[in-house]
């Protein structure tokens, strides 16, 4: 895996990356990632060695209010019975 770094990065661009990235709940790493990607023509599942990369794809797109009825389902699993430990 490669690295790089940028230097002396305009201030307003820096802030708008940043507000990105906290919008998308992204790293700033990852939305820059992201952005050079789409950029370039490269799909997230091109870029390789990214398996949170598939997920996200794949299933992070899920509606809100999806996200909270599989929740609330779930929370039936959080349930202890005190019967079932005698």
């Known amino acids: 895996m490669n690295s790089i770094t940028l230097h002396k990065m305009p201030s307003p661009l820096y802030g708008l990356l940043k507000q990105k990235a906290r919008r998308e709940g992204k790293s700033m790493n990852r939305t820059i990632q992201d952005l050079l990607s789409e950029a370039l023509g490269l799909s997230t599942v091109?870029?390789?060695g990214h398996a949170k990369d598939v997920y996200e794809e794949t299933c992070?797109?899920?509606?809100?209010?999806?996200c909270?009825?599989?929740?609330?389902v779930e929370g039936d699993f959080e349930r202890i019975d005190p019967e079932d430990w005698r």
């Open 60 to 66: 992070g797109s899920m509606p809100v209010d999806e």
């Open 46 to 48: 091109q870029r390789q």
């Open 68 to 72: 909270r009825r599989m929740l609330d």
